[in-house]
């Protein structure tokens, strides 16, 4: 059973426009939530993580906000830029240990 | 060098025979996971430890085995490799809990024929 789920495997966007990645999840246990980003032919790097208890953070032209209510979370890129373009994993932490989605492919067209 | 890194980066094996795949990490990071990733799959945990000596399954430890006599190193042995566990394998080290971010190798390709 998919505790995170990221039910869209890509997505394209124009350059300079807003990305935004989707996550769903079940587990109302989860205290935190996290995204990372993938080039192939390279391990995940750690993007941005929000507590449980919040409900949106800020990084740069990175924002994750979180709806706890609907068991939803976003990552919103702005502007998008060439280089955003890549594999985004959404995760959730539950104890010691990190369960992720199967990650959605963002393309950004020139 | 400072990191984690991971050994060999790609590997070809026979169905049956036993292989290792080797993860060192620099930090001294008390936390290290497996996950491999495939395609419609996403990245899933196989193994992970907390210190050293202390390893736990995740959700998928079937036909992997692990140790972790050292804090920087954490290999996964695969006792009797099938065709099914062909994929890419990221080892990661994080330095207390899960709020951190994870820092992941490079990881290492295996096909199983």
Known sequence: DQQVKQNSPSLSVQEGRISILNCDYTNSMFDYFLWYKKYPAEGPT?????????????????????NKSAKHLSLHIV??????SAVYFCAASEGDKIIFGKGTRLHILP | DAGITQSPRYKIT????????????????????WYRQDLGH???LIYYSAAADITDKGEVPDG???SR????????????ATRSQTSVYF???????????????????LTVV
């Open chain 1, 46 to 66: 750690f993007l941005i993580s929000i507590s449980s208890i919040k409900d949106k953070n800020e990084d740069g032209r990175f924002t994750v906000f979180l």
């Open chain 1, 79 to 84: 502007p998008s830029q060439p280089g955003d």
């Open chain 2, 14 to 33: 026979e169905t049956g025979r036993q292989v290792t795949l080797m993860c060192h990490q620099t930090w001294s990071h008390s936390y290290m996971f």
């Open chain 2, 42 to 44: 996403g990245l899933r």
């Open chain 2, 64 to 66: 992997y085995v692990v």
């Open chain 2, 69 to 80: 006599s050292k804090t920087e190193n954490f290999p996964l042995t695969l006792e009797s």
């Open chain 2, 91 to 109: 080892c990661a080290s994080n330095p207390t809990g899960r709020n951190y971010g994870y820092t992941f190798g490079s990881g290492t390709r």
